[in-house]
């Protein structure tokens, strides 16, 4: 049976959870740990997040982001203050019920596994998923290259060729798993981009698929 993977944030749950997280409670954290306004504190996590950026693994590290700012609250009470923000795209479960029904699903995201088992388990979509990778926890790889996806197919035993991939990031979902051979699908909610491997949600993922 054929192998579909799923990123996370942006393809299948919402980015209001994340953003809450980090754009929200940890300036808040901050700023009533060290007396400042939030604005001030929003600014200042912001310049360090960017100085890190998203091709790096403490990026996606909640932990790593606590002891870089002496954080003293609990990074486990932050995510569960925003959990009712996770929140799947609309078509999200009829679209998964029904590919179920044909191929076996994983999910391979950046995510850490503090965020990926919280987010799908909000989200009510555990039970679709054969596999769920978090390639940074599991991998200490982010989805930035070649290496990674072939340890995926490595340790799906599985030919890249025998693997489908959607997500919502052009590079880390799109041009590094093409490089490899897989079949991927750039996920853009915007309809910024036009092509037939481009598309604009999972309901017309799953036509292409057709």
């Not at 192998?3 to 300036?27: N, Y």
């Given at each position: 049976?054929?192998?579909?993977?799923?990123?996370?944030?942006?393809?299948?749950?919402?980015?209001?959870?994340?953003?809450?997280?980090?754009?929200?409670?940890?300036p808040e954290l901050y700023a009533e740990q060290y007396r400042c306004d939030f604005e001030h504190a929003q600014a200042?996590?912001?310049?360090?997040?960017?100085?890190?950026?998203?091709?790096?693994?403490?990026?996606?590290?909640?932990?790593?982001?606590?002891?870089?700012?002496?954080?003293?609250?609990?990074?486990?009470?932050?995510?569960?203050?925003?959990?009712?923000?996770?929140?799947?795209?609309?078509?999200?479960?009829?679209?998964?019920?029904?590919?179920?029904?044909?191929?076996?699903?994983?999910?391979?995201?950046?995510?850490?596994?503090?965020?990926?088992?919280?987010?799908?388990?909000?989200?009510?979509?555990?039970?679709?998923?054969?596999?769920?990778?978090?390639?940074?926890?599991?991998?200490?790889?982010?989805?930035?290259?070649?290496?990674?996806?072939?340890?995926?197919?490595?340790?799906?035993?599985?030919?890249?060729?025998?693997?489908?991939?959607?997500?919502?990031?052009?590079?880390?979902?799109?041009?590094?798993?093409?490089?490899l051979g897989i079949k991927s699908f750039f996920l853009d909610r915007k309809c910024g981009h036009a092509g037939p491997?481009?598309?604009?949600?999972?309901?017309?993922?799953?036509?292409?698929?057709?």
């Amino acid at each position: 049976m054929p192998l579909i993977s799923f990123d996370l944030d942006g393809t299948l749950v919402t980015d209001e959870f994340t953003q809450m997280v980090w754009h929200r409670g940890m300036p808040e954290l901050y700023a009533e740990q060290y007396r400042c306004d939030f604005e001030h504190a929003q600014a200042l996590l912001f310049r360090e997040y960017n100085k890190i950026g998203d091709a790096a693994l403490e990026w996606y590290d909640i932990r790593f982001w606590f002891r870089f700012f002496n954080l003293r609250s609990s990074w486990r009470s932050l995510l569960a203050k925003f959990i009712q923000h996770i929140k799947t795209y609309p078509e999200v479960h009829e679209v998964l019920d029904q590919l179920s029904r044909r191929y076996q699903l994983m999910i391979t995201s950046n995510a850490a596994r503090e965020f990926l088992n919280m987010e799908i388990e909000a989200a009510g979509i555990a039970a679709y998923f054969k596999h769920i990778v978090s390639a940074t926890s599991d991998f200490q790889h982010v989805k930035k290259d070649r290496e990674f996806y072939q340890k995926l197919c490595r340790r799906l035993n599985i030919d890249s060729a025998d693997l489908i991939h959607v997500g919502d990031h052009y590079r880390f979902d799109y041009l590094v798993p093409c490089e490899l051979g897989i079949k991927s699908f750039f996920l853009d909610r915007k309809c910024g981009h036009a092509g037939p491997f481009m598309v604009g949600d999972l309901e017309e993922f799953s036509c292409r698929l057709e």
